[in-house]
């Protein structure tokens, strides 16, 4: 088929006729099939069931650093864990606490300790928010009243000659959240380069802090999967060490509501966060990261485990994107990413178009992310991303999803060519 732009207005008219009536019958289908957010699938959360016989009173509740994990203490997180996800995250243990089981909760933290103890005190206070991003980092930002400046992303990350013009002139910026392995939700990979000036960063603001969320830090769907410099070797050659706070969990690792999530950071930036968290917790659930170790043992163990999540995921990208290329390819209505790991395929359809596709698709009995979500103020200057999650449905459900989806973008876009 010829691309759309170069169909007749009668020829365009006809295939939007044909795309309802095929439209209409999936309406008539009572569909129930969700691609909102990624959440992994059954298929992902069985693989971790042995976990819990990982820990028995026959293996012993104590650790190098805890005489008995059932008890009270431990506010950094018991030894082993902290190794664990320092080798995770490429630092040391010292640099490492493990919280309880979301890195959202410990961001949030993050953010309102800062607020206690630097930001607050300011009246003028912006965040930068490369876009499209994670719906959820701009939520704390706005939850605290920061105003959010929007960083557009290119193949290499975030636009770094922007990024730099506004940390090195503008005091009244105070930090910027970062998604670096396999963006949220477009899959991009921050260069060398990108890593590099990021670390090289000099802020006008002395309480400048870059958010970096390696959430997907080894959450590979692919046989050639990307490669990201580590952020904190980098530091120690500019010497902005207390620049940065890391985070990651086992969220998608494990289970999403029992995981186990920790973050990096410099021994200055770690004294001033253990000075809030002494007094909002004892300790977190050390039974928990307990478990987690027992469980995999070393990194090579969550490297071998991560394998087995491939497994189950390489076939639903796969799915999604020679979807996408088999319906839409050639039409010159939509582009989208084919990434090499994390949770997400983020499809760009005509502008002024995304809401109407995700209407479209709701009606049908498919659920996506809002539109405009990826953006600041969920507000997409464009119209155009979709967060697509190909994780959660069954298999067969995401076929049929992708399917009504496709449809939806073509409709969207002929509606639009036709009016």
């Given amino acids: 088929m010829s691309a759309y732009a170069s169909m007749e207005k009668t020829e365009l008219a006809k295939e939007l006729a044909k795309l309802e009536s095929y439209y209409e019958n999936y309406k008539s289908q009572g569909l129930s099939l969700n691609m909102a957010r990624g959440k992994p699938g059954s298929a992902q959360l069985d693989i971790s069931n042995e976990m819990f016989y990982s820990i028995t009173p026959e293996t012993a509740f104590k650790t190098a650093d805890c005489p008995d994990c059932r008890n009270y203490g431990g506010l950094e997180g018991i030894i082993e864990a902290r190794q664990l996800f320092g080798d995770i995250l490429g630092v040391e243990a010292k640099n490492v606490m493990v919280g309880g089981n979301s890195s959202l909760n410990m961001m949030f933290d993050t953010i309102a300790c800062m607020m206690e103890t630097s930001w607050g005190k300011q009246e003028k206070l912006k965040f930068l928010c490369p876009a499209p991003g994670y719906d959820r980092h701009f939520g704390i930002t706005q939850y605290f009243g920061i105003e959010m400046i929007t960083i557009p992303m290119t193949a290499a990350g975030p636009d770094m000659d922007m990024i730099e013009k506004l940390v090195n002139e503008d005091s009244t910026v105070k930090g910027i959240w970062c998604v670096p392995k396999y963006s949220n939700p477009q899959g991009i990979t921050y260069s060398d380069e990108t890593v590099k000036r990021f670390a090289a960063l000099k802020p006008a603001a002395k309480d400048f802090r870059i958010m970096w969320d390696n959430a997907y830090i080894i959450h590979d769907i692919s046989d050639t999967p990307d490669t990201l410099l580590n952020i904190f070797d980098e530091l120690k050659k500019t010497g902005n060490e207390d620049m940065v706070f890391e985070f990651c969990s086992t969220s998608k690792i494990t289970f999403p509501g029992a995981g186990v999530a ?60 020679d979807t996408l290329e088999k319906e839409l390819a050639g039409l010159g209505i939509a582009s989208w990413t084919k990434p090499n790991g994390g949770y997400f395929v983020s499809v760009d359809v005509m502008d002024g178009c995304a809401k109407r596709v995700v209407e479209l698709c709701r009606n049908a009995g498919v659920v996506l ?29 995401l076929e049929t999803a992708m399917n009504v989806f496709c449809i939806c973008v073509k409709i969207a876009a002929l509606e639009q060519l036709t009016r």
Avoid: C, W
Avoid at 370 to 389: C, E, L, M, Q, W
């Fill in 262 to 321: 920790a973050l990096a950071a410099s021994e200055n930036n770690l004294a001033i966060l253990k000075k809030r968290y002494q007094y909002q917790t004892i300790g977190y659930d050390k039974l928990n990261m307990l478990r987690h170790v027992k469980y995999f043992g070393d990194f090579k163990g969550v490297l071998a485990h991560m394998q087995k999540h491939k497994a189950v995921l390489q076939p639903r990208f796969d799915m999604v994107t």
């Fill in 369 to 397: 992310t809002g539109a405009g979500a990826t953006f600041p103020y969920g507000k997409d200057p464009k119209d155009s991303n979709i967060r697509v999650a190909p994780t959660y449905p069954p298999i067969e459900e």
